[in-house]
């Protein structure tokens, strides 16, 4: 007898089904919008489809008419330089220091408990603290994503570190490596995948901190762009805006879940892809 | 068998969907007994806490028999968006965000009271500069698109500058005080209770333009949906009976109202009063009826409506300022009159003054 659990969906079959939530989810929207528009038409809280068009060519296709910059592609740009630049220092960062705290005890003894209550710091609370030394330019924004980011990864990396089977160390050791050569030949090319899976795991969060620093602070950038129009609730502007930064954020953690099995392929071994 | 389980299917989900498009419907044209009220914090809204806290709210809605819950929202655009969408009766906002936010959105509203406006609540801060002009250049951190924006538009115009002389920079009304601090920031435009923070505690703060230059231009004000308030004309008689009950203790000095006016909004005696007088309040019903009917006032909308439409704030397809039409006591207008979304009335105020509520 065939049980559920062992049936499986074809290729297309899956395909289907994959897509059958968002089909839902789109569905539900255009009757509540219908519902509410029915009774104002200006009704801006679920704008028609119709009218989310439109708003999208306005932002995404028509130069604006004040400093002739087309706004999507100028607040993407800025949002994605910070975003970029404050993923790419936390990963730097948090790998230079996870190595050096997972690998060596007294690193690890010295520094450890400090990293770990300061990753509880929620920036958010310490903000002005942060204005002072940053400034509000660009580098706040990115250091509030750094501040945010760094932490959880290094104490990831520093866990993964720690798993390292100590036979192969002791191996590594006996072949005569020293501190130095095992760090680079045996721990990096371990560590190095799991930062990537470490680094798509915190891109949410990254996230977050970029559309918080942008809601403060900014004269461009998704974020910034979503805040102002919020206020005059012009949701026809707000909600493509919040669909691209999901697909950008969708499509980074792709990419490089895909670079990072294509890279590194004992890493995926025994996975289900 | 299996169709049949599928078509049960879909008629479940198709229910579901309309109980929620349903649910999030809401209906405005009603005669109902319970309305909702949302305000916030600022200095010309803390009489409608204390005359909710104490039962004077209670006591009017009772005499017209019906009840009103005065809600608190922790954010002023939330407040308004929240109206917009239908969640309250009514709602305390300025006229500038009156005309931008429930009126550009469809939402056809009333100014029932006009409470008091903006006599150097607001006003533009220079660092380590004196003149308004020395602005020329500068980066103002300000809440983009707020009444400190055309604060902002009216001081540049004063000293014969435009917008284009100046970058704006887009900062939270909650981080001016920290964002003051930096080195960075050199012009700002924001409002009380900041305003008078920052001044007071950096000797390099310079208020170079206030809203006393601009009398009666920020106006702020309880705004009802104009369906509810023509089927439920007796909840603008409660509120307003409220009201002006709160603005005769007011108007008295009355110790334990404002001592309790200034703690919920955060300060002490002294921080609330001189705030106060940077306000200029309608303690007199008949002072409110003098202003709602003066010839100013659409003057000033006309203003407002004009800074709205240059920034693009009036809603989308608004060919011009004269978009949204409203609409102030004595049957004048502005704009066009098929699409009058924001109206200006004097009845319940005139009904104070005249003693029949």
Not at chain 2, 240 to 245: L, N, P, V
């Amino acid at each position: 007898m065939k049980r559920l659990m062992n049936l499986r969906p074809s290729k297309a079959t899956a395909l289907i089904i994959g897509l059958l939530p968002f089909i839902l989810v789109v569905l539900i929207y255009i009757v509540a919008s219908d519902v509410r528009l029915a009774e104002n038409p200006n009704d801006k809280l679920l704008p028609s489809m119709n009218s989310i068009v439109e708003a999208v060519d306005r932002m995404a296709f028509t130069e604006s008419k004040r400093t002739g910059e087309i706004l999507f592609v100028e607040d993407t740009v800025s949002s994605l330089e910070r975003l970029g630049l404050g993923v790419l220092i936390s990963a730097v960062l948090a790998l230079l220091m996870a190595i050096p705290l997972g690998f060596v005890p007294f690193v690890r003894a010295g520094l450890s408990p400090f990293v770990a209550a300061f990753s509880m710091v929620p920036p958010m609370a310490i903000l002005p603290i942060l204005f002072i030394v940053f400034g509000m330019g660009e580098m706040a924004k990115v250091a509030l994503i750094v501040i945010g980011v760094t932490p959880l990864i290094i104490r990831d990396l520093q866990q993964r570190i720690m798993e390292i089977p100590t036979e192969q160390l002791i191996k590594a050791q006996t072949l005569g490596g020293s501190s130095w050569t095992i760090t680079l030949r045996v721990v990096l090319p371990q560590i190095f995948p799991r930062l990537l899976d470490a680094v798509r795991l915190t891109l949410g969060t990254a996230w977050i901190f970029l559309i918080s620093a942008e809601a403060i602070s900014a004269t461009e950038g998704l974020g910034y762009r979503i805040f102002l129009v919020r206020r005059y609730l012009s949701m026809d502007v707000i909600l493509p805006y919040v669909v691209w930064i999901t697909l950008l954020a969708f499509l980074f953690d792709y990419l490089l879940k895909h670079f990072n099995y294509r890279v590194f392929k004992w890493y995926d071994a025994g996975k289900e892809r | 068998m299996k169709s049949s389980t599928v078509t049960k299917l879909f008629k479940k989900m198709a229910l579901s969907v309309l109980v929620l498009g349903l649910s999030i419907n809401s209906s405005y044209a009603e005669v109902k007994d319970k309305f909702q009220v949302s305000w916030t914090i600022y200095v010309g809204w803390m009489p409608w806490d204390y005359a909710q806290q104490k039962g004077i709210v209670d006591k009017w809605a009772k005499k017209y028999g019906i009840e009103i819950e005065m809600v608190q929202v922790n954010d002023y655009i939330e407040s308004i968006n929240q109206y917009t969408a239908g969640k309250f009766d009514g709602c305390l906002m300025t006229n500038m965000d009156a005309l931008t936010i429930p009126a550009a959105g469809g939402v056809d509203s009333t100014a029932v009271i006009m409470g008091d406006y903006s006599n150097g609540n607001d006003g533009i801060i220079l660092k380590d500069k004196k003149n308004l002009a020395d602005i020329k250049g500068q980066t103002v951190n300000l809440v983009e698109l707020s009444v400190s924006h055309y604060l902002l538009a009216r001081g540049l115009e004063s000293v014969g500058l435009s917008e284009k002389d100046v970058k704006v920079l887009n900062t939270s009304d909650a981080d001016m005080v920290a964002a003051y601090g930096t080195k960075d920031v050199t012009a700002m435009t924001t409002w009380n209770p900041q305003l008078s923070e920052i001044l007071s505690n950096n000797p390099s703060a310079n208020l170079v333009f206030d809203s006393s230059k601009t009398p009666g231009e920020i106006i702020d004000m309880l705004v009802i949906n104009t369906e509810t308030l023509k089927d439920n004309p007796k909840l603008a008689k409660a509120l307003t009976g409220a009201w002006f009950e709160v603005m005769e203790l007011m108007k008295k000095g009355d110790e334990e109202a404002l001592t309790f006016m200034a703690k919920a909004s955060g300060t002490d005696l002294a921080g609330y009063k001189s705030q106060l007088d940077s306000t200029m309040m309608f303690y007199e019903p008949s002072d409110a009826v003098k202003f709602a009917d003066s010839e100013e006032l659409p003057k000033t909308m006309k203003k407002v409506s004009e800074f709205s439409f240059d920034h693009g704030i009036l809603g989308e397809g608004a060919p011009d300022a004269e978009f949204i039409g409203m609409e102030f006591p004595g049957g004048k207008t502005f704009g066009d009159k098929g699409n009058i979304k924001l109206r200006f009335i004097d009845t319940y105020v005139k009904m104070a003054a005249e003693g029949k509520l």
